[in-house]
């Protein structure tokens, strides 16, 4: 049983920076591949970025490649999600989830996970 709460989120205006952590508790959180995905008012939960449970790959979903970056400590049970040149399109409640997946594959799919945060709430002001 893995137990995810995430933090950093807020209002800041377009072209800030924000980090975004996701604490686990529980055990062998090393050995999950960690999500974020976002859902912002009116659309569908979507994929945003996903580190393997090794920490030495990562896949990012389009839109945000070259801004976000997503790392984890496995030594901390904590990922993050650090997201640069914000624009009013990241306005969405953000969400880590945890998740193990064969090791050649990436999870962007919100059913390749098993456990979920509450979600952190972003708004970047235009």
């Known amino acids: 049983q893995v137990q995810l709460g995430e933090s950093g989120g807020g209002l800041v205006q377009a072209g800030d920076s924000l980090r975004l952590s996701c604490a686990a508790s529980g055990r062998f959180f090393s050995n999950y591949d960690m999500g974020w995905f976002r859902q912002a008012p009116g659309k569908e939960r979507e994929f945003v970025a996903v580190?393997?449970?090794?920490?030495?790959?990562?896949y990012y979903e389009d839109s945000v490649k070259g801004r976000f970056t997503i790392s984890r400590d496995n030594a901390k049970n904590t990922a993050y999600l650090q997201m640069n040149r914000l624009t009013s399109e990241d306005t969405a409640v953000y969400y880590c989830?945890?998740?193990?997946?064969?090791?050649?594959?990436?999870?962007?799919?919100?059913?390749?996970?098993?456990?979920w945060g509450q979600g952190t709430q972003v708004t970047v002001s235009s």
């Open positions: 989830a945890a998740g193990i997946t064969r090791e050649y594959r990436f999870a962007t799919r919100s059913v390749d996970y098993t456990y």
């Open positions: 580190i393997k449970w090794s920490g030495g790959r990562t």
